[in-house]
């Protein structure tokens, strides 16, 4: 009877589990409760844990020291030869930290890390993990962009514990995972790719790196709203998250930071896709700005910033009857709920009668902001665009509106200002509240090469005096 009872308790049990956020329910339901998605709960066998583990006591004490006597700087980067991806991570690879990149698919991100795992194997010997790709795949790649080296060891393997023993026996600096959607342990029974799966793997090969050494990079897939895909506890389990985003048309690409524990968040770093891999882009704002048309209606510039970098954008704006009883809102680049606020904003505030008009906002050229400091700008572009009349082609502008329609300063006005006389504007429309450390930071002073003789700040309070200022 009681071998019976044992046996029992260690039977297989079906769990049922969500695929969006990884919560476990008794029986399967149409809608997860936890986070409300629809048809994510698939079934999952899980075998109880046995043996000494999980029988053990309590386990040895931790070693702790005083955090005066902890040395940071026992853990030097490792830069990656790559100035934007170095500066996304906030200066290198950091040993013993774990990495998690997503993106759409054919966006680049398997190209990047090959690149970048060629520079690092100079500094040691490096592991690349391909599960969806053969070894000979990654060297035809590798060839064509010019990655090849004798410490970029490339290892075509789906299965945990033969990666865990390649770990062992090669000993790399860094290990690029791609990707762990296709990594599988044989501890479990469920399909590659599940959220048992994905947080297993995920949380072996942190531990490895943590207990080696090594940088660890994993490759993560993204769902159809540009999520990566798999638990949000993996989010949490990595030291940062990488977005690489970019539009098929254009040949550069964004490489956005959204966690960093070692670096900021919200930095991003610019690369353009050639024949020979993807090359860094310094100047973005004049990649950005490359094929801007001045004088024409709806268009006005925008100094952003992406984390520590200020950047200059063009926002585009159309303006058109409606042939629909509920006119349009459409964003590019924007948050679209934000954009029909600002128009809300415009009609009451300003009296522009958008209730029967369509109106279309674009970022020119792929970028996607999401600061509230490209309120005044979208809402200049939209007045532009209804008025039929061009903003100043060398006018910067920058600031928050509210709901009332007061202009609301925003951070780092100095070096929003610096970028835009960097390029050669000479009008700088923002906040009055930012105008005066503007104005202290003598912009113009700094710039010797710059041809304009000075640079002028306009300041409004509100988005009528910012419209008189600018479409006057």
């Known amino acids: 009877m009681r071998a019976m009872s044992a046996s029992s308790r260690r039977a297989p049990r079906s769990v049922?589990?969500?695929?969006?956020?990884?919560?476990?329910?008794?029986?399967?339901?149409?809608?997860?409760?936890?986070?409300?998605?629809?048809?994510?709960?698939?079934?999952?066998?899980?075998?109880?844990?046995?043996?000494?583990?999980?029988?053990?006591?309590?386990?040895?004490?931790?070693?702790?020291?005083?955090?005066?006597?902890?040395?940071?700087?026992?853990?030097?980067?490792?830069?990656?030869?790559?100035?934007?991806?170095?500066?996304?991570?906030?200066?290198?690879?950091?040993?013993?930290?774990?990495?998690?990149?997503?993106?759409?698919?054919?966006?680049?991100?398997?190209?990047?890390?090959?690149?970048?795992?060629?520079?690092?194997?100079?500094?040691?010997?490096?592991?690349?993990?391909?599960?969806?790709?053969?070894?000979?795949?990654?060297?035809?790649?590798?060839?064509?962009?010019?990655?090849?080296?004798?410490?970029l060891l490339i290892a075509a393997s789906n299965e945990l514990e033969a990666i865990l023993s390649a770990i062992e026996e090669h000993r790399p600096q860094a290990v690029v995972i791609d990707s762990i959607q296709t990594t599988v342990t044989s501890r479990l029974t469920s399909a590659p790719g599940t959220v048992a799966q994905v947080r297993d793997c995920a949380a072996a090969l942190i531990q490895s790196a943590k207990q080696r050494g090594h940088a660890l990079v994993l490759v993560g897939h993204v769902t159809k709203d540009g999520a990566i895909a798999g638990p949000r506890v993996l989010e949490h389990m990595v030291d940062a998250v990488l977005y690489f985003e970019g539009d098929r048309g254009h040949a550069h690409r964004i490489l956005r930071a959204v966690k960093n524990r070692f670096g900021p968040a919200g930095e991003i770093g610019v690369f353009e896709m050639t024949d020979r891999g993807l090359m860094g882009v310094r100047d973005a704002s004049r990649v950005f700005l490359a094929e801007r048309a001045e004088d024409v209606p709806g268009s006005v510039i925008l100094a952003c910033m992406e984390g520590t970098r200020p950047l200059l954008v063009e926002v585009q704006a159309l303006v058109a009857p409606t042939v629909y009883a509920t006119p349009k809102r459409a964003a590019t680049g924007l948050d679209g709920g934000r954009v029909s606020m600002l128009t809300a904003v415009l009609e009451r505030r300003v009296g522009v009668p958008l209730g029967q008009q369509d109106v279309y906002v674009n970022v020119v050229g792929g970028a996607r902001i999401l600061e509230p400091a490209a309120d005044l700008a979208v809402m200049l572009a939209i007045l532009s665009a209804w008025r039929e009349k061009p903003m100043p082609a060398d006018m910067a502008v920058f600031g928050e509106v509210g709901l009332t329609g007061e202009v609301r300063p925003v951070g780092q006005p100095e070096a929003r200002a610096r970028e835009a006389a960097n390029l050669g504007f000479a009008q700088l429309l923002l906040p009055r509240g930012n105008a005066a450390r503007v104005r202290k930071a003598d912009i113009a002073a700094t710039l010797a090469a710059n041809s304009a003789a000075s640079v002028r700040v306009h300041a409004a309070r509100n988005l009528a005096e910012a419209a008189q200022t600018g479409l006057a």
């Not at 010997?125 to 053969?134: A, F, H, Q, R």
């Open 16 to 151: 049922f589990v969500c695929a969006s956020c990884g919560a476990e329910h008794r029986k399967w339901m149409g809608q997860c409760p936890d986070c409300g998605a629809w048809n994510t709960i698939t079934e999952q066998v899980e075998t109880a844990a046995a043996g000494p583990a999980a029988r053990a006591g309590l386990a040895p004490a931790a070693p702790a020291s005083p955090i005066t006597e902890i040395d940071a700087a026992a853990a030097p980067r490792r830069p990656c030869g790559l100035e934007e991806l170095d500066r996304v991570l906030g200066g290198g690879f950091v040993p013993g930290s774990a990495v998690l990149m997503g993106g759409d698919p054919g966006i680049g991100k398997s190209t990047l890390l090959l690149q970048a795992a060629r520079h690092l194997a100079s500094q040691g010997p490096i592991l690349y993990v391909t599960g969806e790709e053969s070894a000979q795949q990654v060297r035809l790649r590798g060839e064509r962009i010019g990655a090849a080296h004798e410490q």
